[in-house]
């Protein structure tokens, strides 16, 4: 689980030829590749499986990166100064001249980028002195990665290195927020939650619910488990396995937090849907998550992966 300078240096040197390499991140782990290199970006969409429409996050090093390639703004300021480094992406106009693949914005006017919490990300960053576009490490429409195994197992031969910074602490993906448009809007909800935004920002307004998809990641059928899930089971019944969450649940069960910690929930939450799926659970019942704080985006993330979020349009089955 330690990952040398040596190693660093050499993961940097892939991503500045051109080659994949995964590498984690506060919230989970990231395909990397160089964002500037269409050839790079393009290989993370076949990689991944990924629709072309789907942009993909941009992650800098530090904010003075960042110039030149977005167009900023006081709110992006304020929240930037609050959360970063961090799990928050912002949506951002791009800037004519901006030196990122037009691929990363899968032909949208703007990019999301984001400053990841993490020595090994930050390092990678550094080293190899640019921007690294990365989506989670998994192939896309499946669950995200929190551990290097996880990626190993289902990309690794894609990938050219993967740098192990053993479990992700956060557990679930960056909270995607656009500032593109009129108002701040939460296009997914994640690690920075509404609360600590609206501290920041004042009162959000809700997402709109029609019209074109403005993150267009986030539609309907996602973070499959090959088992159907069913949310705020009481119990299990006959058939499922139990996924439960606080105290009073059964002992025998496996618990997303025992004390009803939404953070370690957040933390524990792929993983365990994981562990379930690959046990052969023919259905999986999972307790109610309170839907406050971390709990939108892991009620979020369960949503997706039970299906019971309306696709905002036609796209395939695959994402
Ligand atoms: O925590 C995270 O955000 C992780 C780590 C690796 O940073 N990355 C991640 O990337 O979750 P991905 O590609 O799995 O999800 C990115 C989401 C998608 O829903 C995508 O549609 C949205 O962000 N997104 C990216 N750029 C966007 C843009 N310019 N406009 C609207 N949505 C955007
Ligand atoms: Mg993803």
């Known amino acids: 689980m330690i990952v040398s300078p040596e190693m660093i240096d050499r993961a940097a040197g892939l991503i500045r030829q051109g080659e994949l390499v995964a590498f984690p991140t506060e919230t989970v782990y990231g395909l990397g590749a160089d964002a500037t290199s269409d050839r790079a970006v393009a290989r993370i969409f076949a990689a991944k499986g990924r629709p072309r429409f789907n942009p993909l996050i941009v992650h800098f090093a530090d904010r003075d990166a960042l110039r ?32 990122l693949s037009l691929l990363v914005s899968a032909g949208l006017d703007t990019v999301g980028v984001r400053l990841p919490d993490h020595p090994l990300a930050q ?60 108002a701040p809007a939460i296009l997914r909800p994640g690690g ?11 009162r959000l307004g809700a997402p709109p619910l029609d019209g074109p998809a403005k993150s267009p990641g986030t539609m309907g059928r996602h973070y499959a488990t090959r088992a159907p899930l ?4 009481p119990d299990a019944e006959a058939g ?22 939404l953070a370690e929930a957040a933390a524990n939450l792929f993983s365990m849907l994981r562990v379930l799926d690959e046990a052969g659970s023919g259905a999986i019942a999972i307790m109610p998550i309170p839907e406050r704080g971390l709990g939108r985006a892991i009620n979020d993330r369960l949503r ?12 395939d089955e695959n994402e």
């Open 68 to 99: 030149g390639e977005v167009e900023w703004s006081g709110a992006a300021e304020d929240l930037a100064a609050r959360f970063w480094p961090g799990p928050l992406t912002l949506v951002l106009r791009r800037r004519a001249g901006s030196r």
């Open 240 to 261: 499922e396995t139990l996924l439960a969450f606080g105290p009073g649940a059964p002992e025998d069960a496996l618990n997303l937090s025992k004390t009803g910690d």
């Open 304 to 315: 997706r992966a039970a299906g019971e979020v309306e696709k905002h349009h036609e796209v």
């Open 123 to 182: 390092s990678l960053l550094q080293s190899a002195a640019r921007p690294i576009a990365a989506p989670s490490a998994n192939p896309s429409g499946l669950i995200s990665p929190t551990r290097a195994e996880h990626v190993r197992a289902s990309l690794g031969d894609a990938v050219s290195a993967v740098l192990d910074g053993g479990p992700c602490a956060l557990g679930v993906e960056s909270t995607v927020l656009d500032l593109s448009g009129e």
């Open 192 to 202: 920075v939650t509404a609360e600590a935004l609206e501290d920041v920002l004042g």
């Open 230 to 233: 069913r949310l705020g089971a």
